[in-house]
């Protein structure tokens, strides 16, 4: 596990993630499996981020879910495993992996249960530098049920009803579960005991824990309390994220919080999908950075900036069958240009997006498929082969290829300067009639600085005169326009607009600095420049 201010997560669904034979993608129809996952680790390590967090993993009823739904919390999902006759190709994938990291091979019995399988993807993910946060649901017994699921664990026998000294309150229950029993000690030994065999048998490194208000609007703040004490106790260098829109109760601020380690944050997210969808609309339309400006501030009543996880898409606002279709949220590139997905001003719209995400405060969150450029909502059906992620862009789409680069190098961005990852932050410059915005970072007590200019405007601004913290040379360390039409060899944008050479500040004091710099911005573009 990184350092928890450092992380860059990358969210995936299992069952529709990937799955190939011979290079034939075998998904359509077919549940993708945990040892499918591992032919994408070398790929995930590539692209920079260093924390998985799959969608929920226990057992649930049928093949097809996104996984709240579970009935048996100690059981990894039986659909997710391979059966006995499957593994044998797999298993000279999982030693391939084992190999390069000169670890010894497994053995055909080593992967004989879904357990084993599950366990051989974390371990392997592990090998590659990637944590392994898991999503569980610890607000409801899932559904639908069968007689043996856990909704019916204490159901007296031949009963319709139960009493109550039981496992569940009374009530219309949740997301057509029933609702835990936060009273009863039973109960959080129950669901304690289960977050600890994850942390002990399958090394987890922690939890997304699914609507904590749930929860805590049930009488289970208590129950917060001490599942997050008792496994940062347990286990102190793993990770506990909150899905509660109320951070003042979800993160420890004071008296009364919950103990979460992070919650999620929608924040950034709505204000850069917000420019993003104004400036869709055309040149003319008016575009509010200012709603990006005040969303790069602490968000209120978090304690620290990283406590923040923050994305533009995730697997409930992207989802291809949500209840209600019109609260489905456009993939970035459709929310960027609706009719043409991968022209121009789609591509550089989702680089500023992203570029945005990844140097802003907080725990940034990636969405499968959110790194080459994926434009579709998802399902959790692999027989919807319309909604499936689109590997073989890989290899044959230019604008999916080069947005994949841009990604990896944001990533490594990320990790390369520490201002990126910390708490110093300052959203100095907005200008709403230009479309440009600029925040600068730096490292409490040791400065690193650097400056974030982005800009949605439909044009190349020239000679723009920023405001810069301090005077002196900045160098040009990121440049978005250079991962437009990027030659077949591997280089860079010929044609990039930017400042090669960097910057100097030498200019009249403006706004709030002492300083200023005369800078080229590319339209569209996002630029990162470093105190050299």
């Not at 044998?88 to 497994?106: C, D, G, H, I």
């Not at 709030?512 to 630029?527: H, R």
Request: charged share 20%; proline share 7%; net charge negative.
């Amino acid at each position: 596990m990184p350092p928890f201010h450092e992380l860059i997560i990358y969210q995936l669904h299992i069952g529709v993630f990937y799955a190939q034979k011979d290079g034939i993608d075998i998904r359509p129809n077919r549940v993708s499996k945990f040892l499918d996952v591992i032919d994408r680790i070398e790929y995930l390590a590539s692209l920079g981020v260093n924390a998985v967090q799959p969608l929920p993993v226990v057992e649930w009823q049928g093949p097809v879910s996104m996984g709240y739904n579970n009935t048996d919390f100690y059981s990894p999902e039986m659909d997710y495993a391979l059966g006995e006759s499957e593994i044998e190709p797999y298993l000279e994938r999982v030693n391939n992996l084992l190999a390069k990291k000169n670890q010894p091979p497994m053995t055909k019995a080593q992967l004989a249960s879904q357990v084993n399988q599950l366990k051989a993807m974390i371990d392997l993910f592990h090998l590659y530098g990637i944590a392994v946060i898991v999503d569980v649901v610890y607000n409801h017994g899932g559904g639908p049920f069968d007689p043996q699921s856990m909704r019916f664990i204490d159901r007296p026998a031949n009963q319709e009803w139960w009493d109550k000294d039981n496992y569940f309150i009374e009530g219309p229950g949740w997301a057509g579960g029933r609702i835990f029993d936060y009273s009863s000690e039973e109960v959080k030994r129950f669901l304690i005991d289960n977050a600890k065999m994850f942390l002990d048998e399958y090394h987890v490194d922690g939890f997304r824990y699914d609507e904590v208000s749930v929860i805590d609007n049930n009488g289970g703040a208590q129950f917060c309390r001490e599942i997050t004490a008792a496994l940062h106790d347990f286990k102190p260098a793993s990770i506990h994220i909150a899905e509660y829109w109320n951070p003042f109760r979800a993160v420890p601020v004071q008296e009364g919080g919950l103990g979460f380690d992070a919650a999620l944050n929608d924040g950034l997210r709505e204000a850069i999908r917000g420019a993003v969808r104004q400036a869709s609309r055309g040149k003319h339309a008016y575009v509010d950075l200012d709603a990006v400006s005040n969303a790069l501030k602490k968000p209120p009543y978090f304690p620290a900036l990283w406590k923040a996880v923050n994305y533009v898409e995730s697997h409930d606002v992207a989802k291809a069958d949500r209840d209600d279709p019109s609260q489905i949220e456009p993939r970035i590139p459709a929310l960027a240009n609706w009719n043409d997905r991968r022209d121009w001003y789609a591509r550089s719209r989702s680089r500023v997006a992203a570029g945005l995400l990844l140097t802003a405060p907080g725990i940034p969150m990636i969405f499968m498929g959110q790194e080459f450029l994926e434009d579709k909502p998802w399902h959790t059906n692999p027989a919807r082969s319309e909604f499936l992620l689109y590997w073989d862009g890989l290899q044959t789409d230019r604008a999916m290829i080069d947005f994949r680069r841009f990604m990896a190098d944001a990533c490594k961005l990320r990790r390369n300067f520490p201002a990126l990852c910390s708490e110093g932050i300052n959203p100095f410059f907005n200008h709403n009639v230009d479309r440009v915005i600029a925040f600068h970072r730096w490292v409490e007590g040791q400065g690193k600085d650097v400056v974030v200019v982005a800009s949605l405007n439909e044009s190349h601004l020239w000679t723009y005169q920023m405001p810069i913290p301090t005077g002196g040379y900045w160098r040009e360390v990121f440049n978005s326009d250079a991962y437009d039409n990027m030659p077949l060899d591997g280089g860079f944008n010929p044609n990039a607009v930017g400042n090669p050479t960097g910057v100097v500040a030498d200019g009249p004091p403006l706004q709030e600095y002492l300083t200023s710099a005369a800078m080229v911005i590319p339209a569209n573009g996002l630029l990162v420049f470093a105190k050299a």
